[in-house]
C-alpha cells in the first residue's frame, strides 16, 4: 500500500518509535530512522521487510540537526510523504521541584521537535497533495497525572499543534493526527516497573499489576505493533478524511 512512499520516524530505534517504523516498512514504505538507542539491530528489523532503511542521529532538541535530518532525507528519498513524531523523554517531580533543564529538555523534544519537523515537511507534501503527519501524543495529552508537569503540557500542547495543522491543510491530500497510548511497555516504562518493584519490595508481575490498575481498565498494555497498525489506518485510502484526532489507545483510561 505504500511502496514508493518514504517514512521519517523519530525516536525509532526501540519501542513504539520502532513498531511504527516497521509497520509503515511492512506495508512497502521506505523508512528513514532516528534515535539514541541500537541503530544496526533497529536498521536490520526494519530491512527484512524488503525496502530501503536509513538512519539520522539528529538530536531533536536542537533545531539545526531536525532541519539537517529533513534536508538529509529529501536528499535521499525525494521527499518525506509520511511524518511520525515519536521522539520524547520524562522526568517526573512536583512543580516547584521541577528541575529547569529537565523542563526546557522535555519541551523541547517532546513539543518543538514536532513543530519544526512539521513546518520542514509540509511544503512538500502540499506540493505533492498527499502526505501524512502522525504525532505520537499520549493520554497524557488528554488528561494530567500528578508529578508530571513537563510531560502534561508538552503532549497536550501536541495534540493541539496537531489540531492547528489539520485545520491549515483541512482542502489538501495532507493529513494529520495523534495517537494518545496509555501504558505501552518500552524500555522506559519497564524502567518504572523495575523501580516500582525495587522501592516496594514487591515483584516485577505484582509491580505491572499495579501500575496497570491504577489507570488502565483493561489491565493490559498496549503494544508497538497495535500503534503501528493504527499509523498505518491513517496511512491508507481509509484515513483520507480523518483530521485532526487524538486516538487514545489507553485500555479504557479516558472512558473513566
Known sequence: MLKNKTALVTGSTSGIGLGIAKALARQGANVMLNGFGNVEAAQAEVAAFGTRVSYHGADMSQPEQIEAMMA????????????????GIQHVANIEEFPLERWNAIIAINLSSTFHTTRLALPAMKEANWGRIINVASVHGLVGSAGKAAYVAAKHGVVGLTKVTALETATSGVTCNAICPGWVLTPLVQQQVDAKAAAQGISNEQATRQ???EKEPSMQ??????????????CSPAGNNVRGVAWNMDGGWTAQ
Do not use: H, K, M, Q
Request: net charge negative; no cysteine; charged share 20%.
Open 211 to 213: 501500575l496497570l490498575g
Open 221 to 234: 498494555f498496549t503494544t508497538p505493533e497495535e500503534l503501528g497498525e493504527l499509523a498505518v489506518f491513517f
Open 72 to 87: 538529509a532525507a529529501a536528499s535521499e528519498f525525494g521527499r518525506v510523504d509520511i511524518l511520525v513524531n515519536n521522539a
